[in-house]
Every structure is written in C-alpha cells, then in structure tokens.
C-alpha cells in the first residue's frame, strides 16, 4: 500500500512538471505571435509609407531587413518552444507557422500588385482575390491561436 502511494504521488508530481512545462512553452509561443503580429503592422505600415513616398527605398530595405530579421526570430522561438508542448499544440503551431507563412507572401504580392497597377493592365480581380485570401487567413490565423489557448 506504501508503494502505491508513492507511486501516485510521484506521478502526480511528474504529471504536474509535464503540465507547468507544456503551459510555459505555450505562453512562449503565444509571446512570440504577438511579436511577429505586430512586426507584421510595422512591414505593412512601412509598404503604405513608402507607397506614399514618406520614406525612400534606402529606409524602406533597413525596415524590410528588420522586419525579417524578428520574424524569423520569432519562428524560431515558437519552434523551439514547441517542442515542449504536446501533439495537438504542436500540430496547431505548424498550422499556424504555415498560415503566417502565406499571410506574408500574400500581402508582399497584393503591394506589388498595387505598384503595378498604373500600367496598362486591370489588376482589380487579382487585388480582391488576394484581400479576400488575407482576411481567410486572418481569420484562420485567429481561429488557430484560440484553439492553441484552449489547448493551454
């Protein structure tokens, strides 16, 4: 009887390391998409700057660098940390790490869509495909952060 309370504790105690874990690697994930949401704001911020020539294209490349520099940070910090979390949460993170992905590649494509669209050709129905995939993925992107809270 002795044994098998020790044993129940014991695995209480691991148990409850395992969940504290699992927690702060979560926060840790949820830190580091915050930062890249708001490194995002800034990039797109930036583009509308340089749209409207209130920056030049010197500040405009710096920005970019920077920019691209914490986003890749913050994959790697939301990478590291999860491999402390456990399957479905890391199925989210890559989920979430793929939607962002795109988010970015999308929006660099509908401001390029925009510079070129004083020339000849009609870019109108490739603009609106593109906001309308941006605001699926934002609302995806939302959608898999709430599912990685609840997760928590």
Do not use: P
């Amino acid at each position: 009887m002795c044994w098998y309370a020790v044993f129940v504790w014991l695995s209480s105690i691991i148990c409850c390391k395992l969940l504290q874990k699992t927690m702060e690697a979560g926060e840790k994930i949820l830190k580091a998409q915050e930062t890249r949401v708001q490194l995002f704001h800034e990039l797109k911020d930036a583009i509308q700057a340089f749209q409207n020539q209130k920056i030049g294209l010197e500040q405009m490349g710096i920005i970019t660098q920077l920019v691209t520099e914490g986003f890749n940070e913050a994959s790697r910090d939301i990478r590291d940390a999860q491999q402390q979390t456990n399957q479905e949460i890391k199925n989210l993170v890559d989920e979430l790490q793929s939607l962002e992905k795109q988010r970015l590649m999308d929006t660099v494509k509908l401001y390029q869509i925009q510079q070129l669209e004083n020339q000849e050709r009609d870019y109108s129905s490739e603009r609106e495909s593109l906001r309308q995939s941006l605001d699926n993925l934002s609302r995806k992107i939302d959608e898999t952060i709430q599912s990685i809270k609840d997760e928590l």
